[in-house]
């Protein structure tokens, strides 16, 4: 695809989000699928908790997700050719399984300043309301960041670190995201969105990238490692990071684990208690 079209570009400034964006073919979303399940069955456990977290530095197959020309073109419209991916995220909602994402914003815990961010939420498998797409309040990118409730309530499904919540949300108000397998939809770091629980029979999945960031923006709250996904960096906030050549190589899980550790920090800080994620 293209950069970003005028339409699109007043669709995200009105509403502080854009969808649907054609990212990867059938074909491409399903091998991500299989890389999943693949590394699930191999190597159980490490997609689990915190381990959803910077999945593209142990899987070339997630890398070149991070790396699609397409998604980049359309990420390059919103925060300018220097561009640096500083996270990816699985979102998985199995069947029969209470998982969903309360309102939140972005922005609130993440400690990425300035706002010149984007966050990437491809579809692996198709979305929608029934199992549990996400759901945009349109418009809420404009205003500043809004009082969260911590809930910590892991235990009843919220696949969000603290259970961080926006309470008293107007669903009227807000827009479902529905995706088929391979588009996108590329939304701002304030506007508040959540999603709810899987209520068909097959496994939804998100991948993530959380988030592409511009060049300039640094971490105020603690360490992140980035690639160079498009342009330079003459800032040099962040710790750069190789692409991986095969599937869980160890240096690679090393470095993967060494990251989640410091994101763990950045999204616990100042806190005692723990999520499940």
């Given amino acids: 695809m293209p950069k970003l079209t005028s339409q699109q570009h007043e669709q995200y400034q009105e509403k502080g989000f854009i969808a649907p964006i054609d990212a990867l073919t059938k074909t491409e979303a399903d091998e991500v699928k299989n890389e ?3 590394i699930e069955k191999k190597w159980p456990n490490e997609l689990n908790g915190l381990g959803r977290n910077y999945v593209h530095l142990i899987s070339p197959i997630f ?3 991070v790396h699609n020309s397409k998604i980049l073109d359309a990420v390059e419209s919103i925060i300018g050719k220097n561009i640096l991916a500083c996270g990816t995220t699985l979102f998985i909602k199995n069947p029969d399984e209470k998982g969903f994402v309360s309102f939140h ?4 815990y993440i400690g990425l300043e300035p706002h010149n961010w984007v966050t990437a939420w491809i579809a692996i498998t198709d979305t929608n309301e029934k199992n549990g797409c ?3 309040w349109t418009g809420t990118h404009k205003n500043d960041l809004k009082n969260h409730i911590e809930k910590f309530d892991n235990n009843e499904g919220n696949l969000l670190t603290r259970g961080q919540t926006v309470e008293n949300v107007p669903l009227e108000e807000t827009e479902p995201v529905i995706l088929n397998a391979g588009q996108m939809s590329l939304h701002h770091p304030r506007i508040v969105h959540g999603s709810g629980v899987n209520l068909s029979k097959e496994r939804r999945i998100g991948f993530v990238i959380q988030s592409y960031i511009g060049s ?3 971490q105020v709250l603690g360490k992140m490692y980035v690639q160079q996904a498009r342009g330079e960096d003459s800032f040099n906030y962040h710790e750069h990071v190789a692409r991986p050549k095969v599937t869980m190589g160890q240096n690679d899980n090393n470095v993967r ?4 550790e410091e994101l763990s920090k950045i999204f616990y800080k100042d806190l ?3 999520g499940k994620y």
Wanted: proline share 0%.
């Fill in 36 to 38: 999943i399940e693949f």
């Fill in 63 to 65: 890398d070149k997700v």
């Fill in 105 to 108: 914003q972005d922005a609130k």
């Fill in 134 to 136: 996400m759901r945009m």
């Fill in 216 to 218: 300039n923006v640094t």
């Fill in 257 to 260: 684990k060494i990251a989640n």
């Fill in 272 to 274: 005692n208690k723990k």
